[in-house]
T-cell receptor, first 118, second 115 residues
Framework: AQKITQTQPGMFVQEKEAVTLDCTYDTSDQSYGLFWYKQPSSGEMIFLIYQGSYDEQNATEGRYSLNFQKARKSANLVISASQLGDSAMYFC???????????????FGKGTTLSVSS | SAVISQKPSRDICQRGTSLTIQCQVD?????MFWYRQQPGQSLTLIATANQGSEATYESGFVIDKFPISRPNLTFSTLTVSNMSPEDSSIYLC????????????FGPGTRLTVT
């Protein structure tokens, strides 16, 4: 069965510093997708970054990068130059292969609360 | 991309009553997903709604408690029936971009409090 593990319930970082949020996953599938979402206190899910299992390069989106280590089954999120507005809950998620279905739901980790201080 | 709206955005309900949450997508999609997020917890999939067929429920969720309708390719409703305080959660609907689109889109969520 697929599983996402986020072992850091909370992380604290100073403004302008970089922070790494850990994520490991378990799957026997060869094709899968890995996501990171940000959820502020408003409750909306904000998509940050995506990594496909066959992508050879690590994904980057502005200040966000995904450190993908396939052999170790890890997909850590790196946020560079943290800002106060980065304070939120962060979820790592995996999408199994779509197969013949027109869509597949995500499997989420428990999340990490990031607090950025000035 | 897909834009998803949900109604209501929040509600406070009495125990024993029911609430129907609406999810509208601005494009046609085959599969829609309903998640529950209890306070301080992660997202848990309730069910998958495929247009023209009965919804598929995950373990721990039953149709009598969470009936789902999917009348067309852009709309779905989730009803939370006979509510108890344990149903206080954020309920989110989601769609898969599908095909070459990798992104998964989420609605803004419905924040439900049961008193």
């Amino acid at each position: 069965a697929q599983k996402i593990t986020q072992t850091q319930p909370g992380m604290f970082v100073q403004e302008k510093e970089a922070v790494t949020l850990d994520c490991t996953y378990d799957t026997s599938d060869q094709s899968y997708g890995l996501f990171w979402y940000k959820q502020p206190s408003s409750g909306e899910m904000i998509f940050l970054i995506y990594q496909g299992s066959y992508d050879e390069q690590n994904a980057t989106e502005g200040r966000y990068s995904l450190n993908f280590q396939k052999a170790r089954k890890s997909a850590n999120l790196v946020i560079s130059a943290s800002q106060l507005g980065d304070s939120a809950m962060y979820f790592c998620a995996m999408r199994p292969p779509r197969g013949n279905q027109a869509g597949t739901a995500l499997i989420f980790g428990k999340g990490t609360t990031l607090s950025v201080s000035s | 991309s897909a834009v998803i709206s949900q109604k209501p955005s929040r509600d406070i309900c009495q125990r024993g009553t029911s609430l129907t949450i609406q999810c509208q997508v601005d494009s046609q999609v085959t599969m829609m997903f309903w998640y529950r997020q209890q306070p301080g917890q992660s997202l848990t999939l309730i069910a998958t709604a495929n247009q023209g067929s009965e919804a598929t429920y995950e373990s721990g969720f039953v149709i009598d408690k969470f009936p789902i309708s999917r009348p067309n390719l852009t709309f779905s409703t989730l009803t939370v029936s006979n509510m108890s305080p344990e149903d206080s959660s954020i309920y989110l609907c989601s769609v898969d971009g599908g095909g070459d689109v990798y992104e998964q889109y989420f609605g803004p969520g419905t924040r439900l409090t049961v008193t």
